[in-house]
């Protein structure tokens, strides 16, 4: 497991250390805080896990959502029933995500391209609806799945009285909150990618590229194609339920609004931003949508003309009043030009924007990265 | 060169540089942590107190999240010292200063909470930690105050809730850290009733459409309890989803029910959609079982009878205040938010106004930011002054106990804005409850948790 080839292990450690120095390179960007932070970790293993099903299969999943919702509401009851430790959380949630893309994948892989697509859509909009209206008394509808003072926690009962107070989420007593969650979420982010990593290696990850350049071909030659994009289903699915499930615990809340269709097309959205089929990029545009979500969504009025403050009276007011329609609430609209900036003039996404600048410093060596980019070329028609 | 060579040894230079690290940077730091340790989540040191204002600025209740953003910086304007002053001087008793609170400007930061429970969090969370907000406000949704509530119980900040009017917000999951001012559910039930006896009769079928969350669930058992008191029968409670958009496939149902009675538990945008396709389907013209067919909406906003336009016309609701009431407070508050905005303001923006600076009032009579104290001088406070006659911020479920509007769509509007006239102004004791029916738990103020 450790004979890893020497560019995946710096690519790995470059990673490792880029994740855990988070809190002081982020510093100058205002993103440095701990709950965004959680967010840049867990919708970036979300986004991860997303790319072992799109980027390697080519399968378009638009139900994603509905995993991560699932691991939510998982973690949440675990809270309710079982103990404040996030541990069972986690398992809890892995677990029922990882059934629940069992059941869903193994209807909705009977068919491919759109309709794929479709059907996954389909069944995410409607857990949706059932988690907003049928199943209430199960996931309490709109207002949202909360902890309460007299939920059971048998396991914890069994050990120690309950305090004063709404309890909070613990590792082994060590309670998750802060910088700590962050850590905790951290470490679940490095996992995720190492193992990511070691899938796309892997033979099975060949398997699972080999569906995507020609799976008809595949077939010809005597594959059955079905268990491998099913497995890649499911491996996607339990990252979106531990991602759920991470989310639940740096704030032990459950809505419907995860499983929402918008949801579903955000990890879209972060994948192709990022790069789909490369390893880093699907982090990368998990971090750039949750950085324009959380604070270009903050910017107001104040902060802008303080920003502008340098220009005249009159400008300064225009100028304003044009920026504001970009930030603020507005935020969405910033987020589609950037996106289609990037589908037009970088179709593989962030990464392949690294990729011409890297190959435009070192123009005289053929790497292999070139090869790989023509692999790996998303279809956005998809 | 030399002289550099001479002057500057190694040792030196490093003697010196710890030095001046030392005695610039580092040290007050670890000097004052110990006499300036923050005991508190967010204790401002600074010049300046940050209150969070977390606010649906797009979504089914955006209008109601805009008008509240006004009130807001209205109400920050007058605390700082600036703009007439409003209700700053109306305010009884009031411990304001007009300068800030506790000596320190008030500024604010914003976020969007796009009417989602999740997102409102998120938002919160951001002020908190990294915007150093000292107290969380706003909100147009009991979904989202009831999230959030809980959200600043455990970070330790004070959640002074905007517009919620379910009972479970201080009722089944009342926080310590959180306080309304906003009327309940319940009492729309209790005021509204007795004028629907009077003006639809003892004997009536009701059809329910209900907004599916919190405040619509708590809303449709509040007004179910009130009509079938009267011996008005429920036909049906249909729930539909937030932000639905088209009501038609509500609505059907409703004409072959047998129905005389539909009572809308919508608000904002949904409301104005299914009021408004209502009278298309021309129920408001229908005759079932030998009576005129009504519409009810048991709570009532000027944004929303705005909205809905002439479809209002002698519609009855319920509000937690109306502009055109004669008292000082609301007078000097219309006219200081219609000169800086240049109209009425609205119930919501009113009730956020109020909770702004009834938190500054109760930070000064408490002498510190330090939440457990500031909850203590908000819990039993008696004051007036606000434009809803004497209210109370009952100690037991933090609610504020105090006048009840029962409105109705004004026939004949004399202008765009005369929209609701007042039908009766129901007295507090009249809208009294015992906290205890909801259950709940206020939870411990102490010790004050650390974000």
């Known amino acids: 497991m450790l004979a890893m080839p020497r560019k995946d292990l710096i690519l790995f450690l470059g990673f490792a250390a880029a994740v855990l120095a988070m809190p002081i390179w982020l510093q100058p960007f205002g993103a440095a805080y701990p709950d965004l932070l959680n967010r840049f970790a867990i919708f970036a293993i979300f986004a991860v896990g997303f790319n072992i099903l799109f980027g390697l299969t080519g399968y378009l999943s638009f139900g994603h959502a509905a995993f991560f919702g699932v691991g939510s509401y998982a973690a949440v009851w675990s809270f309710k029933l079982l103990s404040m430790d996030a541990v069972p959380a986690l398992l809890f949630a892995v677990i ?20 794929f697509s479709i059907l996954t859509l389909a069944f995410a909009q409607m857990s949706y609806n059932l988690a907003y209206s049928v199943f209430t008394p199960i996931t309490n509808g709109e207002t949202g799945l909360q902890l309460s003072l007299n939920d059971k926690r048998y396991l914890d009962r069994m050990f120690f009285e309950a305090g004063a107070g709404l309890p909070s989420p613990t590792l082994f007593g060590v309670t998750l909150s802060g910088y700590v969650a962050f850590y905790f979420c951290a470490f679940f982010l490095i996992a995720t990618f190492f193992i990511a990593q070691r899938v796309t290696g892997s033979p099975f990850g060949m398997m699972l590229k080999g569906i995507k350049s020609n799976q008809t071909r595949m077939n010809y030659t005597g594959v059955n194609t079905r268990p491998y994009t099913l497995a890649a289903f499911v491996i996607s699915g ?23 269709w918008t949801a579903s097309g955000e990890v879209v959205l972060m994948t192709i931003l990022g790069g789909a089929g490369t390893l880093v990029g699907p982090v990368i545009g998990a971090w750039l949508i949750k950085y324009f979500e959380n604070i270009f969504s903050a910017i107001n009025d104040g902060i802008l003309s303080q920003f502008w403050g340098f220009l005249p009276e009159g400008a300064q007011h225009t100028a304003v ?60 028609a998809e | 060169m030399t002289l550099l060579k001479r002057g500057l040894s190694r040792r030196r230079v490093l003697q010196t540089g710890m030095a001046g690290i030392i005695g610039t940077g580092v040290a007050p730091l670890m000097f004052t942590k110990g006499a300036w340790a923050q005991e ?44 007439d002053g409003g209700l700053l001087n109306l305010l009884q008793p009031s411990a304001l200063k007009g300068n800030g609170i506790l000596g320190k ?12 429970a999740d997102v409102a969090r998120a938002g919160a969370t951001r002020m908190v930690e990294r915007d150093g907000a000292i107290m969380i406000t706003g909100g147009s949704s009991s979904g989202e105050a009831v999230a959030v509530q809980g959200l600043c119980q455990e970070m330790g900040v004070i959640f002074m809730a905007g517009l919620t009017h379910s009972n479970d917000t201080t009722g089944k999951d009342k926080k310590r850290y959180g306080f309304r001012h906003f009327f309940n559910a319940y009492q729309s039930g209790v005021a509204l009733g007795p004028v629907l006896g009077q003006e639809y009769g003892k004997d ?29 029968e429920t036909v049906a409670a249909v729930r539909t989803p937030l932000g639905a958009g088209d009501f038609s496939q509500f609505l059907t149902p409703v004409l072959n029910s ?47 009878a705005k909205g809905a336009g002439p479809n209002i016309k002698g519609i009855f609701g319920t509000s937690n205040w109306h502009w055109n009431l004669q008292d000082a407070g609301t007078q000097a508050f219309t006219k200081s938010f219609g000169a800086a905005y240049g109209a009425p303001p609205s119930q919501a923006a009113h009730t956020c106004y109020v909770q702004t600076l009834l938190y500054a009032d109760a930070c000064e009579r408490a002498g510190t930011f330090y939440p457990p104290e500031v909850i203590k001088a908000l819990e039993g406070h008696e004051f007036d002054g606000m434009g809803n006659g004497p209210t109370l911020y009952r100690a037991a479920d933090h609610q504020c106990m ?39 738990d206020l939870g411990p103020a102490e010790p004050a948790p650390i974000c």
């Open chain 1, 96 to 115: 029922i995500s990882g059934l629940f893309a069992l059941a869903i994948g193994f209807l909705s892989l009977r068919r491919s391209g759109i309709y």
């Open chain 1, 238 to 260: 339990m990252y979106a339920g531990l991602a759920g499930a991470l989310l639940a615990i740096t704030d032990p809340l459950a809505g419907a609004e995860r499983m929402q």
């Open chain 1, 321 to 380: 009043l044009i920026s504001s329609k970009f930030v603020g609430e507005g935020w969405f609209l910033t987020l589609g030009l950037v996106f289609v900036l990037i589908v037009v003039f970088l179709p593989g996404g962030v990464m392949e924007g690294v990729r011409r600048i890297a190959s435009m410093i070192r123009p005289n060596k053929p790497t292999p990265a070139s090869a790989d980019s023509s692999a790996t070329k998303p279809h956005p």
């Open chain 2, 40 to 83: 508190f989540c967010n204790n401002p040191t600074g010049d300046t107190v940050t209150l969070g204002l977390n606010l649906p600025l797009t979504g089914a209740y955006a209008e109601e999240g805009a008008d509240e953003q006004k009130a807001y910086e209205l109400a920050i304007k007058h605390l700082n010292g600036e703009g």
């Open chain 2, 105 to 116: 400007k008030v500024a604010f930061v914003t976020s969007d909470s796009q009417t989602k």
């Open chain 2, 204 to 232: 009536r079928k009701a059809y329910h459409l209900t907004a599916d969350y919190t405040w619509g669930w708590t809303q449709e058992e509040s007004m179910k309890n009130a009509t079938e008191a009267l011996g008005w």
């Open chain 2, 258 to 304: 047998g129905a005389d009675v539909l009572i809308l538990n919508h608000y904002g945008n949904d409301m104005v959609n299914s009021l408004t396709q209502a009278v298309q389907f021309g129920m408001r013209d229908r005759e079932v079982n030998g009576k005129q067919f009504q519409i009810v909406v048991p709570l009532f906003s000027e944004l929303m």
């Open chain 2, 402 to 440: 105090k006048n009840v509007l029962v409105v109705r769509g004004t026939e004949n509007p004399t202008s765009e804005y005369d929209v609701l006239e007042v039908v009766q102004e129901v007295s507090r004791d009249a809208v009294d409850y015992d906290p205890a029916i909801f259950g709940g």
